[in-house]
């Protein structure tokens, strides 16, 4: 089946400009997990939901980031007032259980790439 | 929430030969993950062994756990130029979303 789809794939920006970023999980994945990656680095969490519901958003860096899950599938990713340092790969991933997070694998999209000029 | 930490950071390797990738975590977990992730790609779950495991194989992977040293091991047998890839390990804490270090990136030559 489908796996994990984000859109776009490439966003180029410019600062100060508002995005939105799109995740669509695998269809039945409860869980919903965003990550950003820089260069030579690992994954960096952000904000997991466990159904509509932001489970821990303790990653989010500042409160130009905001993400919301309305109908407990598709998931956005949204960036206010955009600035340089926001420039990486945004991953979505998600996971088909309801119960710890910490107990299922998760299947990642191949990520948007964000750059702000 | 706590990160794996991966050793080597790089690691270059001929085709036919094994690669060994350590992690070493700090407090204690419930499970343990390996991803790979593959240039422009996202991360590709490997496997997950459980505290309460030792070793575990999955074809040419060969995964161990020492909760007693905080550390796990990744072995890839024969390995592969289609191997090459940056692994990470993320260590599975209850109740928190999965953290991920910098990772080893694993370089493969014909």
């Known amino acids: 089946g489908a796996g994990v789809s984000q859109t776009p794939s490439n966003k180029v920006t410019e600062k100060g400009k508002y995005v939105e970023l799109r995740c669509d999980p695998i269809?039945?994945?409860?869980?919903l997990y965003w990550y950003r990656q820089s260069l030579g680095q690992g994954p960096e969490f952000l904000i997991y939901f466990q159904g509509t519901g932001a489970a821990d958003d303790s990653g989010l860096p500042n409160d130009r980031f905001f993400a919301v899950r309305p109908e407990g599938s598709v998931s956005t990713l949204k960036i206010q007032r955009t600035e340089r340092g926001d420039s990486a790969v945004y991953l979505c991933?998600?996971?088909?259980?309801?119960?710890?997070?910490?107990?299922?694998?998760?299947?990642f999209g191949n990520g948007t790439r964000l750059t702000v000029t | 929430s706590q990160q794996g930490e991966e050793d080597p950071q790089a690691l270059s390797i001929q085709e036919g030969e094994n690669a060994t990738m350590n992690c070493s975590y700090k407090t204690s977990i419930n499970n343990l993950q390996w991803y790979r992730q593959n240039s422009g790609r996202g991360l590709v779950h490997l496997i997950l062994?459980?505290?309460?495991?030792r070793e575990k194989h999955s074809g040419r992977l060969r995964v161990t756990l020492d909760t007693s040293k905080k550390s796990s091991s990744l072995l890839i047998t024969a390995s592969r130029a289609a191997d090459t890839a940056s692994y990470f390990c993320a260590p599975g804490q209850a109740g928190t979303a999965l953290i991920f270090g910098k990772g080893t990136t694993l370089s493969v030559s014909s």
């Open positions: 991933a998600s996971s088909l259980t309801g119960g710890p997070p910490e107990n299922s694998p998760l299947h």
């Open positions: 062994i459980r505290s309460n495991e």
């Open positions: 269809s039945g994945h409860t869980a």
